[in-house]
């Protein structure tokens, strides 16, 4: 094999695996047939031609009418997700609430048993519409929306405002647990999701959560501004992997695509633009490892199967 075949396959391989193993010895042909004699790198107009007919392949893969069915399911898996989210947010919350507390709420709850009940009112609100989408019935998810408004009722009126993600991401799950409940579609989200899936990243979720949002009563406190600037790191950590292993399927990567961004918003996710360059290209960095490690992790016990991670 020349050193001109060699690179030109090495070009090739940019294509999905299906169409380059039909048509690569074609391809191959036609551009050693254009090449001139003692050629020994592709010409770069040729280089860019291959560059952007992959890139046109795999685009209409991702986005055209044949990932159609793939977007629809992603879209299922989205929403049965979302209510998990958000219950992982909570938990969270109420699990720092605990531990900043220390043994005087235990004592407390010990003189007063009824008080433990208004430090479990999130969880029990936010658990119905996980249990909506989970059992797809009407019932829980219309009991859901209805506990939901008793709750911000109860709230100080500056919370009843939509902003993010005090009331509006918490307001999308209980929307998308009446969706799961009354529509047919989404009802299929939570079948796609495999339960070892859930038990291996819901804890995973809520140690990262916790560890963004401890820096709240924390590392502002610091001396150290650049120190609390790192506050959404073990979330965004956690869904970067999360997203990595995700990726070892095609309905995965889409789902995780569509849920990154409001996710992350979950973590107290901070203004990379305001940030120094210095910390802000380190999260990029912790980000992407995580993600680049995970999707190796996702992919090799499948070994290199090209129909599991088609379009």
Known sequence: MSSLEARYRRLLACYPYDHRTRHEEDMIGVLLAGSRPGQTRPHIV???DLLAGAVRMHYRRAFG???APAWRDAVAVGMALWPLLILTDTLARQVLSLAQSGPGLLNYWMQEPWSLLHWAEPIIVFALPVLAVALRHRGIATLGALAFMLYLSGRSPLTLTLALPNVGLPLLAQVVAVAAAFTRPPRNGMSLIFRRTLMLW???GLIGL???KVGRG????????????WKPVPWLIIMAAAAGYAAGSVVGRRAALLLFLPAAALGDLGKLPSLPTSIALAQIGCVLSAFAMATML???PAGRD???HRH
């Open 46 to 48: 040729d280089m860019a």
């Open 218 to 229: 924390v590392l502002d406190a610091a001396t150290n501004h650049e120190i609390a600037l």
């Open 202 to 204: 819901m804890p995973l």
């Open 210 to 212: 916790a560890a963004s």
């Open 306 to 308: 090209p129909a599991a």
């Open 298 to 300: 996702a992919r090799w």
């Open 65 to 67: 009418t044949v990932s």
